[in-house]
T-cell receptor, first 112, second 112 residues
Framework: DARVTQTPRHKVTEMGQEVTMRCQPI?????VFWYRQTMMQGLELLAY????????DSGMPKDRFSAEMPDATLATLKIQPSEPRDSAVYFC??????????FGNGTRLTVT | SQQGEEDPQALSIQEGENATMNCSYK?????LQWYRQNSGRGLVHLIL?????REKHSGRLRVTLDTSKKSSSLLITASRAADTASYFC????????????FGTGTRLTVIP
C-alpha cells in the first residue's frame, strides 16, 4: 500500500536552530503540498509543487521558510531560524490529476 | 484564498445514530472533497464530489453539494465508534491552480 513518508515524526528544538523536514511522495504523483496544522489556524497551505516546480508558496514566511524538491522522491521544508510560533504539525501530501491527496502522518515540531 | 467552514465544530452521538456535518465555502469550485483525520495521523481522503454533481454515495457516506448556496453536507449513517475522528471539507477552486483549501473541521465523537 503506497504511502507518503515524512521524517522525523517528532522534532524538539531550541529557538534559533535550523529545522529540516523531509517527505517522500508516492511514486508517480506529480504534485506535492506542504501544510501546517495548529489548533488556532487549522490547516494552512504553505507550499505547492507540480512536477517538482514550485507553483505557490504564498502561504510561507519567506524570510525563514524554504521548500524544495531536489528530486521526484524527496521534498524538503526548512525553517531557519526557528521560532516558538513555528510549533505545529507539518504535513506533506502528494497527488496527481488521477488521484486525491495522500497525506503523510506529519512531523510534530516543538520549538522551545 | 478561501477556506471552507465546517459546522458544527464538534458533534457527539451514540453508536448507530446518523451524523451530519456541513461545509460552507466562498468562491466557485471545481470539486469539493471530504477528508477524515484520526488523532495523531494525516488526513485520509473519503469522497470527492464535482461541481456538476448534487449527491454522491460511498458505503455509509452520503455527500450532497449545493453550488447555489455554496454548501455541502456529509452524512455518515449507522455510525460506529471507529468513526470517531475529525472531518474536513476541502475545496478545489475554479482558478486552475489545483490548490486544496481546507476548512476548520468537525470533531465527531461516537459513543459506544
Amino acid at each position: 500500500d503506497a504511502r507518503v513518508t515524512q521524517t522525523p515524526r517528532h522534532k524538539v528544538t531550541e529557538m534559533g536552530q535550523e529545522v529540516t523536514m523531509r517527505c517522500q511522495p508516492i511514486l508517480g504523483h506529480n504534485t506535492v503540498f506542504w501544510y501546517r496544522q495548529t489548533m488556532m489556524q487549522g490547516l494552512e497551505l504553505l507550499a505547492y509543487f507540480r512536477n517538482r516546480a514550485p507553483l505557490d508558496d504564498s502561504g510561507m514566511p519567506k524570510d525563514r521558510f524554504s521548500a524544495e524538491m531536489p528530486d521526484a522522491t524527496l521534498a524538503t521544508l526548512k525553517i531557519q531560524p526557528s521560532e516558538p510560533r513555528d510549533s505545529a504539525v507539518y504535513f506533506c501530501a502528494s497527488g496527481s490529476e488521477y488521484s486525491p491527496l495522500h497525506f503523510g502522518n506529519g512531523t510534530r515540531l516543538t520549538v522551545t | 484564498s478561501q477556506q471552507g467552514e465546517e459546522d458544527p465544530q464538534a458533534l457527539s452521538i451514540q453508536e448507530g445514530e446518523n451524523a451530519t456535518m456541513n461545509c460552507s465555502y466562498k468562491t466557485s469550485i471545481n470539486n469539493l472533497q471530504w477528508y477524515r483525520q484520526n488523532s495523531g495521523r494525516g488526513l485520509v481522503h473519503l469522497i470527492l464530489i464535482r461541481s456538476n454533481e448534487r449527491e454522491k454515495h460511498s458505503g455509509r457516506l452520503r455527500v450532497t453539494l449545493d453550488t447555489s448556496k455554496k454548501s455541502s453536507s456529509l452524512l455518515i449513517t449507522a455510525s460506529r465508534a471507529a468513526d470517531t475522528a475529525s472531518y474536513f471539507c476541502a475545496t478545489d477552486e475554479e482558478t486552475g491552480a489545483n490548490n486544496l483549501f481546507f476548512g476548520t473541521g468537525t470533531r465527531l465523537t461516537v459513543i459506544p
